[in-house]
Each structure stands twice: as structure tokens, then as C-alpha cells.
């Protein structure tokens, strides 16, 4: 299997710091100076540690599925395949309008890919590796040759929780504040030459850090939740979930002798924060001059982060053909994960 296209799609409004801190104050017109000055720190605290600087939002009038739709369709002109010759669409975000049926299939209607079957992937932040192990899965078998992933991280304003009373309610909402928006779209297709190595493991004990829940959640945990889980608000219980991850990452990287003896020219890794990429960068004997990191350009952009990268490694001259490339992706599960291949 080959990467044929790589491509992403940004919206028009660009989201600082600033911004954010001024919407948080804004939206908490109760509270007395004091803690109103107590909690702008605390936020501007949590970005500075982040390494957030700006991230892209939908605008006024703006839609998700035009971004999805740019991206798709970019993708598909760049890697020359025609249309009809699409036999699958994977959708790999955690933003999507509803649960049923799948968004893929949506997509396949508006790019007019009449001959796809269509099916949605959500791993969290590794959605789009965990498609791309699918795809190549799917490749490899020999059940099709040709197909797209597509993920549209968008509209996460909605699910950020601004109210905030409390120091407890504060910390748990602080990363939705890292969120940018993007949408990605990757065209794959069979190849002779196929070096592709996927490495996933799940530490489920862990599930309950990092959360976006539904109106049911309860009923599906054989645990209490947290209290302050609110339906449809993301909750996260950042120092905790990114310290596990880290620790999690650098030991499956350690127990693995083929991605420890890898000699890689390009490495990519998950943008939960650009301070926490680049430690593990570190961690792992990555050098820093060929870690691609985005965080501070672009937030959080969840399960776009790694095909954004890629993408902008791409139009930056980063990503050549014939680069050996490792991509790190620790994500809310926990999941870690990891894949080398040429590209």
C-alpha cells in the first residue's frame, strides 16, 4: 500500500490565546475580580505549559462538511484517481453530527464515489492510524485496491464547557481550550513496494481520563463516573491522562526491538501539546530537526493531527518520497500507537 495523496483543509477564523481567556471571562460574568483574575491564570497558564499559540475555528456561515469536502476532494484531484475507482471511504474523526449512519457515507453521496462502501473508525486521537491499519488491512488481503479516509475535526467550540465556578470543574476543561479544527483527507491505493508496520496497544484500565460522553454514559461503566462528566462536554483529566500516555509510549517503544533498531528520516507525533511531543521526542532518541510538531500552529486538532502534519510537511518540502517516516500517537483510551513505513 502507498500514501497516493495527503491533503487537509483549514477553516477561516484563526482562535488565540487571547480570545479564549477573553470568552472564559465573558462567560463567567458571577464570579468577583479575584477569581476571575485566578482563573484567566490558571488558563493562560495551562496554554503557556501546552504550547498553544493559535488554532483555526469554523466562522460564521461556515460548515464542517465543507471542510471534510475541500479536503476530500483536493486529495482525490492530486493523487489522479478517478472517481469511480474509489472502492472505500473511511471516516476517522471524533467530530460528527450523529451517530447513525455512518458520516462516510454522507461523504460518498457528495463526492459522487458511487462504487465505495462506506464505514466509520473512532479510536480517539488514533481514529486515523487506526483507518489507515484498516485500509492497509483491507489493501493487502486483496479485497480492494484503492480507497479514501477522510476526518473533519470541527465544531469542538460547541462541546467546550465555558462556565466555570470552580478550581475542580476548571482543570478538567482546560484542554477543550487547546482544540483547533482541521479536515484531512487521505487517497491509498495497492502497492508493490509495501513496508507498512503497525504497532497498537490498549491500556483500557485508563478509559475514563479523557471523555466526550453521551447523555448514557453511566449505563455503559461498570465504575463511577467522575461527577463533573458532563453529556456532550469533553472532560479530561490532562496532567494524569498525558503523564500515563508518556510513561505508556516509551514503553511499548522500548519493548519493541524493530522500532527501537528503526532508522527513520521523519517522525510525526500526535499534537496534544507541543511540549509533551517534543519530551517524548527526546525520550525516544528522536531528533528534534526531524520531528514534525504542529501544536503550536494549529492546536489539538485531534485525529487530523498526524495527516495535517503530514500534509504541511508536505507543502513545507519536509515530506519527500522514499523518507522512512515513524508516527507517535498516544491517545484517550489509552491507546498507544505507532506505524513505520516508506513513503
Same mark, same amino acid.
Given at each position: 500500500?502507498?500514501?497516493?495523496?495527503?491533503?487537509?483543509?483549514?477553516?477561516?477564523?484563526?482562535?488565540?490565546?487571547?480570545?479564549?481567556?477573553?470568552?472564559? $471571562?465573558? #462567560?463567567?460574568?458571577?464570579?468577583?475580580?479575584?477569581?476571575?483574575?485566578?482563573?484567566?491564570?490558571? @488558563?493562560?497558564? *495551562?496554554?503557556?505549559?501546552?504550547?498553544?499559540?493559535?488554532? *483555526?475555528?469554523?466562522?460564521?456561515?461556515?460548515?464542517?462538511?465543507?471542510?471534510?469536502?475541500?479536503?476530500?476532494?483536493?486529495? !482525490?484531484?492530486?493523487?489522479?484517481?478517478?472517481?469511480?475507482?474509489?472502492?472505500?471511504?473511511?471516516?476517522? &474523526? =471524533?467530530? #460528527?453530527?450523529?451517530?447513525?449512519? +455512518?458520516?462516510?457515507?454522507?461523504?460518498?453521496?457528495?463526492?459522487?464515489?458511487?462504487?465505495?462502501?462506506?464505514?466509520?473508525?473512532?479510536?480517539?486521537?488514533?481514529?486515523?492510524?487506526?483507518? %489507515?491499519?484498516?485500509?492497509?488491512?483491507?489493501?493487502?488481503?486483496?479485497?480492494?485496491?484503492?480507497?479514501?479516509? =477522510?476526518?473533519?475535526?470541527?465544531?469542538?467550540? #460547541?462541546?467546550?464547557?465555558?462556565?466555570?465556578?470552580?478550581?475542580?470543574?476548571?482543570?478538567?476543561?482546560?484542554?477543550?481550550?487547546?482544540?483547533?479544527?482541521?479536515?484531512?483527507?487521505?487517497?491509498?491505493?495497492? /502497492?508493490?513496494?509495501?513496508?507498512?508496520?503497525?504497532?497498537? $496497544?490498549?491500556?483500557?484500565?485508563?478509559?475514563? %481520563?479523557?471523555?466526550?460522553?453521551? @447523555?448514557?454514559?453511566?449505563?455503559?461503566?461498570?465504575?463511577?463516573?467522575?461527577?463533573?462528566?458532563?453529556?456532550? $462536554?469533553?472532560?479530561?483529566? +490532562?496532567?494524569? %491522562?498525558? &503523564?500515563?500516555?508518556?510513561?505508556?509510549?516509551?514503553?511499548?517503544?522500548?519493548?519493541?526491538?524493530?522500532?527501537?533498531?528503526?532508522?527513520?528520516?521523519?517522525?510525526?507525533?500526535?499534537?496534544? +501539546?507541543?511540549?509533551?511531543?517534543?519530551?517524548?521526542?527526546?525520550?525516544?532518541?528522536?531528533?528534534?530537526?526531524?520531528?514534525?510538531?504542529?501544536?503550536?500552529?494549529?492546536?489539538?486538532?485531534?485525529?487530523?493531527?498526524?495527516?495535517?502534519?503530514?500534509? @504541511?510537511? !508536505? /507543502?513545507?518540502?519536509?515530506? %519527500?518520497?522514499?523518507?522512512?517516516?515513524? @508516527?507517535?500517537?498516544?491517545?484517550?483510551?489509552?491507546? =498507544?500507537?505507532?506505524?513505520?513505513?516508506?513513503?
Amino acid at each position: 500500500m502507498r500514501l497516493a495523496a495527503i491533503r487537509h483543509a483549514l477553516p477561516a477564523r484563526i482562535m488565540t490565546n487571547d480570545w479564549i481567556r477573553e470568552q472564559v $471571562k465573558r #462567560r463567567n460574568p458571577g464570579l468577583s475580580k479575584q477569581q476571575s483574575d485566578l482563573l484567566d491564570s490558571r @488558563v493562560a497558564t *495551562y496554554l503557556e505549559h501546552a504550547g498553544t499559540r493559535i488554532r *483555526y475555528t469554523v466562522a460564521e456561515g461556515e460548515r464542517a462538511v465543507d471542510l471534510a469536502l475541500a479536503a476530500a476532494r483536493s486529495a !482525490l484531484d492530486a493523487a489522479g484517481v478517478p472517481l469511480g475507482e474509489i472502492e472505500f471511504v473511511i471516516y476517522a &474523526g =471524533v467530530a #460528527r453530527g450523529w451517530l447513525e449512519p +455512518s458520516t462516510a457515507s454522507a461523504l460518498q453521496t457528495d463526492l459522487g464515489l458511487v462504487n465505495a462502501t462506506c464505514f466509520d473508525v473512532g479510536d480517539a486521537c488514533a481514529s486515523w492510524l487506526r483507518a %489507515l491499519q484498516m485500509a492497509h488491512a483491507l489493501i493487502t488481503t486483496g479485497a480492494y485496491r484503492t480507497g479514501l479516509i =477522510v476526518n473533519c475535526e470541527c465544531d469542538f467550540e #460547541r462541546y467546550a464547557e465555558w462556565n466555570l465556578p470552580d478550581s475542580d470543574e476548571t482543570d478538567v476543561r482546560l484542554a477543550t481550550f487547546t482544540m483547533g479544527e482541521a479536515a484531512t483527507a487521505t487517497v491509498v491505493a495497492a /502497492d508493490a513496494l509495501d513496508d507498512f508496520r503497525f504497532v497498537f $496497544k490498549t491500556f483500557g484500565e485508563y478509559y475514563d %481520563l479523557c471523555m466526550l460522553p453521551l @447523555v448514557n454514559a453511566a449505563n455503559f461503566s461498570t465504575r463511577p463516573l467522575d461527577e463533573r462528566c458532563t453529556p456532550l $462536554k469533553f472532560h479530561s483529566r +490532562s496532567r494524569e %491522562l498525558l &503523564g500515563t500516555t508518556t510513561r505508556k509510549i516509551i514503553e511499548v517503544f522500548e519493548a519493541d526491538p524493530v522500532l527501537r533498531a528503526g532508522r527513520y528520516d521523519i517522525c510525526f507525533g500526535h499534537g496534544a +501539546s507541543e511540549h509533551v511531543s517534543e519530551l517524548v521526542a527526546r525520550r525516544l532518541g528522536i531528533p528534534l530537526p526531524i520531528h514534525v510538531a504542529t501544536h503550536s500552529r494549529f492546536g489539538n486538532t485531534v485525529a487530523a493531527s498526524i495527516p495535517l502534519a503530514m500534509s @504541511v510537511a !508536505l /507543502d513545507e518540502g519536509r515530506l %519527500l518520497r522514499g523518507q522512512r517516516v515513524l @508516527v507517535i500517537i498516544g491517545a484517550s483510551g489509552i491507546t =498507544v500507537a505507532f506505524a513505520t513505513f516508506t513513503f
